[in-house]
């Protein structure tokens, strides 16, 4: 299956190949059929496995059947929940519509900058991709209308949701036209989400892409067994033993994040960290130097690390195991991405052993654990 038998005409295949997508992931399958058919979608399906794609170029597609777009009344929405997230979707719409005949203007927008700027580069906008704060602040502001909806996407539902956007949601929802299309992913299907797909989707085509879809054996895990003082020395040692490149590290507070992040500048690791309480312009440049491959680390904490999309990202560290198991996938699913093999490497405590355990068993896959204690470091 190539991505020209599913619809999309040669000009966006020419895009897709160039942006080297070989061949089509199981979601892009069947969710670029089904959206440029006009179905309502509901796609379950974790980080990782190709979904933004699947989503974008059908609109991408049926974008260029509309006129060229010329008031402050977008016609398509994505919304997300996380700054991150908005860059990284408005810079997919940017790859795939470059040798586009009909021009298609995207934005992002989100909180944390200045609303001033965003709010004068919107006249025109066919795909607007925001987080749900800040496009509630610029519709108050007559910046933008979605009164003329055609098409709505809630990426990452669940995380919507659970940071609280419940509220902003419901509003967004209450302002856009009955007549259009609704595309939904999410990681999960917890009560609130089923909510969501109930007053959201009509009649929708379903998806579900399992776990193991998403976590391929080309990503090798290894354990190490460590007391926690020697955690940070023990990272260090792998870093500069096997002069790894381009490492994500996860951690679970900004304060470990930042700790971190010290202690391995002050060896010669060149590191940043990126979490919440960075202002937009540090993350960006984060994002941007650890992309091009010149910052060596980065420590992320997992909110802040939902836009992290690195094709061939060779390594990902739990300097911290995560308080699930999908979380764990989630992280790990940052490497071994396009063919291309990765490692994700665990730094697990006593404490940690039986959490350890329970992650393990949720993904039917047993880990090797290395006692660091034989390592001279």
């Keep these: 299956m190539n991505f020209s038998d599913l619809g999309?005409?040669?000009i966006l295949v020419k895009a897709v190949q160039e942006a080297n997508y070989e061949t089509?992931?199981?979601?892009?399958?069947?969710?670029?059929p089904a959206i440029l058919q006009k179905r309502d979608l509901?796609?379950?399906?974790?980080?990782?496995?190709?979904?933004?794609?699947?989503?974008?170029?059908?609109?991408?597609?049926?974008?260029?059947?509309?006129?060229?777009?010329?008031s402050r009344s977008v016609p398509v929405l994505v919304i997300v929940p996380?700054?991150?997230?908005?860059?990284?979707?408005?810079?997919?719409?940017?790859?795939f519509s470059k040798y586009l005949p009909r021009k298609v203007k995207s934005a992002a927008v989100f909180g944390g900058v200045s609303i001033n700027p965003q709010m004068m580069k919107l006249n025109?906008?066919?795909?607007?991709?925001?987080?749900?704060?800040?496009l509630l602040d610029l519709i108050s502001k007559n910046a933008i209308s979605i009164s003329e909806l055609t098409t709505l996407v809630l990426d990452e539902a669940d995380k919507v949701l659970s940071l609280g956007f419940k509220m902003e949601v419901d509003e967004i929802l209450n302002r856009l036209p009955k007549?259009?299309?609704?595309?939904?992913?999410?990681a999960t299907m917890d009560e609130a989400v089923e909510g969501l797909i109930g007053k959201l989707l009509k009649n929708p085509v379903k998806i579900e892409i399992q776990t193991e879809e998403v976590t391929p054996d080309l990503i090798a895990q290894t354990a190490y067994l460590v007391d926690p003082e020697r955690k940070g020395p023990l990272l260090r040692y792998l870093i500069q033993e096997g002069n790894w490149q381009q490492v994500l590290v996860f951690v679970s507070s900004k304060r470990t994040a930042d700790n971190l992040t010290g202690k391995l500048n002050k060896h010669g690791i060149q590191t940043m960290a990126l979490h919440g309480d960075k202002s937009q312009g540090a993350r960006t440049e984060a994002l941007k130097q650890f992309k091009a491959g010149k910052l060596r680390v980065l420590v992320a904490t997992d909110l802040a690390a939902r836009g992290i999309d690195i094709e061939a990202l060779p390594y990902v560290v739990n300097y911290e195991l995560p308080r699930s198991p999908k979380d764990y996938i989630h992280r790990i699913g940052r490497t071994g991405r396009a063919g291309v093999e990765g490692e994700a490497i665990s730094l697990i405590t006593e404490e940690d052993s039986h959490h350890w355990?329970?992650?393990?068993?949720?993904?039917?896959?047993?880990?090797?654990?290395?006692?660091?204690?034989?390592?001279?470091?």
């Design 8 to 10: 999309l005409s040669p």
């Design 24 to 32: 089509p992931y199981p979601i892009q399958i069947e969710a670029i």
């Design 42 to 70: 509901l796609g379950l399906a974790q980080t990782g496995s190709g979904k933004t794609a699947s989503y974008i170029l059908p609109i991408l597609e049926e974008l260029q059947k509309k006129e060229v777009n010329k």
């Design 82 to 95: 996380t700054r991150e997230l908005a860059a990284q979707v408005e810079e997919v719409v940017r790859l």
């Design 124 to 134: 025109g906008t066919d795909i607007l991709v925001a987080t749900p704060g800040r």
């Design 179 to 186: 007549q259009r299309q609704n595309i939904l992913f999410s």
């Design 357 to 377: 355990k329970v992650i393990q068993k949720k993904m039917k896959r047993w880990v090797e654990l290395v006692d660091s204690d034989n390592l001279d470091f």
